[in-house]
């Protein structure tokens, strides 16, 4: 069995003369990410590893979780701006020792890929997280198995 974890960075802010990819977090996003991160850990939530998209933002806020989950977490430039197929891609380059796998993307990409695998109706706030229950032993066997959500929160809901 695994499990994934999707989640949308937290709240960033876009100062003038600053692209799309270098946008920091607001200081909304550096407490809600904060506030998730430790709403999650102390639900008992198990986490493996973390992946990030390169971007600042979503970066930033993998980051505030590590400070709350001490792993090893890695960027892929798949999660930048990212298709369906971006998100299934990575999937499939997981390594089998992981059983929880939290991802760290965009919308309206992980909206998107969470609606492809689920019969819920998904829209992401900032900093929104769901968890899937994917029943299957190797990530390589992702796209036919099972999946089942697990749970969707919200921060201003927790």
Sequence with gaps: ??????????KSDW?????????????KGLLDALKMSKFL????????Y????PAVRALGT????????????GTNEKLYNPSENNFQSV??????????VAFFSHNNGISNFANSIS?????F?????????IECDSWSQFDSANKKLLFFYEPGKI
């Design 50 to 53: 973390l992946l990030s998209s």
């Design 125 to 133: 706030p900032t900093c929104g997280v769901a968890g899937f229950q």
């Design 119 to 123: 019969e819920d109706i998904f829209h």
């Design 41 to 48: 850990k102390s639900n008992s939530i198990g986490i493996d």
């Design 15 to 27: 100062p003038e003369e600053t692209n799309d990819f270098d946008r920091p977090l607001a200081d």
């Design 91 to 100: 999937i499939y380059d997981l390594n089998d020792d992981l059983n929880s």
């Design 62 to 73: 993998c980051k505030i979780f590590n400070q709350t989950y001490n792993l090893n977490f």
């Design 1 to 10: 069995m695994k499990q994934l974890i999707l989640v949308r960075h937290a």
